[in-house]
């Protein structure tokens, strides 16, 4: 885990499997945010939603814990944590 948090990652969600359940936006509210469609997106780092469909957004350092951990935790098992390098998934139901 500490070597996963110490590499750049990137984070998209499956919006076909969101839950609209909301703990993504509880762990990281500067990563996630809802649309008006009710399921969740990323935002870049401007903080601006990207709300196209599996849009990824760079995690910022400080949030990687939290992206993780939303990503174990999402009910909809639709968070997709990657490095940044090279697109392995970290968290997420493609984990390895």
Same mark, same amino acid.
């Given at each position: 885990?500490?070597?996963?948090?110490?590499?750049?990652?990137?984070?998209?969600?499956?919006?076909? $499997?969101?839950t609209?359940?909301?703990?993504?936006?509880?762990?990281?509210?500067?990563?996630?945010?809802?649309?008006?469609?009710?399921?969740?997106?990323?935002?870049?780092?401007?903080?601006?939603?990207?709300?196209?469909?599996?849009a990824?957004?760079?995690?910022?350092?400080? $949030?990687? $814990?939290?992206?993780?951990?939303?990503?174990?935790?999402?009910?909809?098992?639709?968070?997709?944590?990657?490095?940044?390098?090279?697109?392995?998934?970290?968290?997420?139901p493609?984990?390895?």
């Open positions: 885990m500490i070597e996963e948090m110490s590499e750049a990652l990137r984070v998209w969600i499956d919006q076909d $499997l969101c609209g359940d909301g703990l993504c936006v509880q762990y990281a509210p500067e990563v996630f945010e809802f649309d008006i469609d009710g399921l969740a997106y990323v935002k870049n780092d401007a903080g601006e939603l990207l709300a196209a469909s599996r990824a957004a760079d995690v910022p350092e400080r $949030l990687r $814990l939290d992206v993780i951990d939303s990503a174990k935790e999402c009910p909809g098992d639709c968070i997709h944590v990657v490095r940044a390098s090279d697109q392995v998934e970290v968290a997420g493609e984990a390895v």
